[in-house]
């Protein structure tokens, strides 16, 4: 069964620092993309960054500099470090592989003095 559970989220301040963590299971992890997604209130689910199953990155201009996703292929783990965080960053963040539907419970990051 697919599993993913993120964890790591939480309040802090703007310009501040968190790293979000996900499990995953399931599935042969290391021959997958992965990426980080995230849900504000009232907008779409949007990605924040990508992860290939060769380590290529990418990101989208708003976090670019700012987030840096990574994996632990042993471990069947990736990871987002985001940094200098924004209030506009406050979401609920998910990781999942690029185009599958099912999500998991996700972990919320709100950004706020």
């Known amino acids: 069964q697919v599993q993913m559970v993120e964890s790591g989220g939480g309040l802090v301040q703007p310009g501040g620092s968190l790293r979000l963590s996900c499990a995953a299971s399931?599935?042969?992890?290391?021959?997958?993309?992965m990426g980080w997604y995230r849900q504000a209130p009232g907008k779409q689910r949007e990605s924040v960054a990508i992860?290939?199953?060769?380590?290529?990155?990418t990101y989208p201009d708003s976090v670019k500099g700012r987030f840096t996703i990574s994996r632990d292929n042993a471990k069947n783990m990736v990871y987002l470090q985001m940094n200098s965080l924004k209030p506009e960053d406050t979401a609920v963040y998910y990781c999942?592989?690029?185009?599958?539907?099912?999500w998991g419970q996700g972990t919320q990051v709100t950004v706020s003095s």
């Open positions: 999942n592989v690029p185009g599958w539907g099912r």
């Open positions: 992860i290939s199953n060769r380590d290529r990155t």
């Open positions: 399931g599935f042969m992890f290391s021959i997958y993309d």
